[in-house]
């Protein structure tokens, strides 16, 4: 997306200072993605592309209802099938929609090197300025939900933006706007937790005693969540991950490697600058090359 | 190739040009991995063009190191077999840097230092390279999954850090030890310089009759003699 200056950015990738933040009242928002009232017709998908102008290229049929099969630089959102079975044998089919969870917690600006091509708006949408996109794959590296994919075409990141563009307007995002069934609802943070709880209860008064929100706690909450029959496992959910949050590996890497990286880099040349006004250099004295010429010449003679 | 009468070889013409071209990429790899490694160095890649550039070159350069690289290896490797006169020099460590040579074991071709470097480096820029090919995102990121991906980011930046502070105490020990830079340059040090830093090399050399860089070689070639 382009940079919006209608919304204030709380974290910017690859930024030693704190963002502007004069104005403060943002309120946080949330997709609620109520997947018990999914019936899987991919009005979203159409809605996504519709307003965010893309198409993916036509692929072939793979076996699945999954249509494109992944998500990629031109699909930002994606249901994706499930047929599961419970305990008792009977058969579920799970649908959920994937994208962008919009973390609390952004992986993917952690990750990033780019400065303020990931951005982080007051209200909790992650962002992607592609403007500012180097294609380096960072994200991919720091998000623990398999969501950025890099283009070929123009090597920049591409991810759901929760249609910032539409929220800083004053609407909902357009898989909102689309979903016939209500099963995608979108307001502020606290009301779409509020809302899930009444969903919630309602479900287990029916028997999913297991039912839940997914707002992981692992990468601070996200600004989309999802209702789950199921909210015990919710890796059944074509793999949405039980325990979400950002890999050890990029915070060593993003964390206390940076600085000590420098210091070590600093000090090394630091050493060498106080061995050089301390002992000065290694000069080759006059009764060297008397030496040296006479260890040739010697066996020269021989 | 032509070199002033009395002195001699240190490095053959193919290993300088091999040589150069290898520190070439080092530092423009330095300076567009750090671009990417530290927000504060960030404005490295504007250097390349921008981050776009910087991010694209850099894979590129570093394929060339590595060939390069190896050839650095295939010519030098010889040399920097480890004896045990080195265990001996490393324990008077402190008067090397101190200035004072004598009462060091004396050096053949590369002392301890220089064969800590060498092993160092052909240790880390394979390392380098095949992690490297890990998180070449346009090319090869399908090869791998993501989580080794993570693993090979974070052993790129910690090789690279290692090489890096490595090639700081290279390029201060060229320029601490007088006459080294000028070896590697136009290829030629004098019998002094022997002498003083390599005196088990300049011994090998005058046995052999030889210009350097390695006994036996450049025989043909008639050195200047000062007659006392």
């Known amino acids: 997306m382009s940079d919006l200056q209608s919304q204030d950015y709380v974290r910017i990738s690859a930024s030693t200072i704190t963002p502007p933040r004069a104005r403060n009242a943002d309120e946080q928002v949330a997709k609620l993605i109520d997947v018990t009232r999914c019936i899987g017709c991919k009005a979203c ?21 999954d ?108 898989c909102v706007k689309a979903c016939p069934t209500g ?111 006479r260890a040739l010449n010697s066996t020269d003679d021989r | 190739m032509s070199y002033p009468k009395g002195t001699l070889v240190r490095h053959t013409t193919a290993a300088r040009i091999n040589h150069w071209i290898t520190a070439a990429c080092f530092v423009l790899l330095m300076l567009s991995g750090l671009a990417m490694f530290h927000p504060m160095l960030f404005f490295l890649s504007a250097l390349f063009g921008g981050g776009q550039w910087a991010r694209a070159a850099h894979p590129w350069i570093g394929t060339v190191l590595m060939v390069s690289y190896a050839g650095l290896i295939v010519q030098y490797w010889r040399d920097n077999q480890w004896t045990r006169d080195d265990v001996a020099w490393m324990e008077k460590i402190d008067r090397v840097l101190a200035n004072q040579e004598d009462g060091v074991p004396q050096v053949a071709r590369f002392n301890a230092g220089q064969k800590f470097v060498f092993w160092s480096m052909t240790l880390l820029v394979p390392a380098l390279f095949f992690t490297g090919l890990m998180i070449w995102d346009v090319y090869f990121s399908t090869y791998t999954t993501i989580e080794q991906q993570r693993v090979a980011v974070l052993i790129h930046s910690l090789a690279a850090i290692a090489a890096i502070v490595i090639w700081i105490i290279h390029v201060y020990a060229a320029i601490w030890v007088r006459g080294s830079m000028q070896a590697m340059t136009r290829g030629y040090v004098t019998p002094g310089w022997a002498w003083r830093h390599h005196r088990k090399w300049l011994r090998r050399l005058a046995e052999t009759h030889s210009t350097g860089p390695t006994p036996g070689a450049g025989r043909d070639i008639p050195r200047a003699r000062n007659k006392p």
């Not at chain 1, 998908?45 to 209802?65: H, V």
């Not at chain 1, 959920?96 to 952690?110: F, I, N, Y």
């Open chain 1, 45 to 65: 998908q159409a809605a996504c592309m519709e307003w965010n102008n893309l198409r993916q290229e036509i692929g072939y049929f793979e076996g699945s209802y």
């Open chain 1, 67 to 174: 249509n494109p099969m992944d998500l990629s630089p031109d699909v930002w959102t994606l249901m994706r099938f499930t047929e599961w079975e419970d305990e008792k044998g009977n058969l579920e089919w799970l649908i959920r929609k994937d994208g962008c969870m919009h973390c609390e917690d952004p992986g993917c600006l952690k990750a990033c090197p780019a400065p303020g091509a990931i951005v982080q708006y007051a209200n909790g949408i992650v962002d992607f300025i592609s403007a500012n996109c180097i294609g380096c794959g960072y994200c991919v590296k720091g998000c623990p939900f398999d969501i950025p994919r890099i283009s070929s075409v123009d090597h920049k990141s591409y991810k759901c933006t929760l249609c910032s563009d539409r929220v800083s307007a004053g609407l909902e995002p357009a």
């Open chain 1, 183 to 293: 099963a995608i609802m979108f307001g502020s943070k606290s009301d779409m937790t509020d809302w899930a709880g009444e969903r919630i209860e309602d479900l287990k008064s029916r028997g999913f005693a297991n039912a839940g929100l997914y707002d992981p706690p692992g990468v601070s909450g996200t600004h989309v969540m999802y209702v789950l029959h199921h909210a015990d496992t919710p890796s059944i959910y074509a793999g949405l991950p039980d325990q979400p949050k950002i890999s050890a590996f990029v915070d060593v890497w993003k964390g206390m490697v940076k600085p000590l990286a420098l210091a070590g880099i600093a000090m090394t040349a630091a050493a060498g600058f106080l061995h050089w006004i301390v002992e000065g250099p290694n000069e080759v004295q006059p009764d060297d090359e008397v030496n040296g010429k």
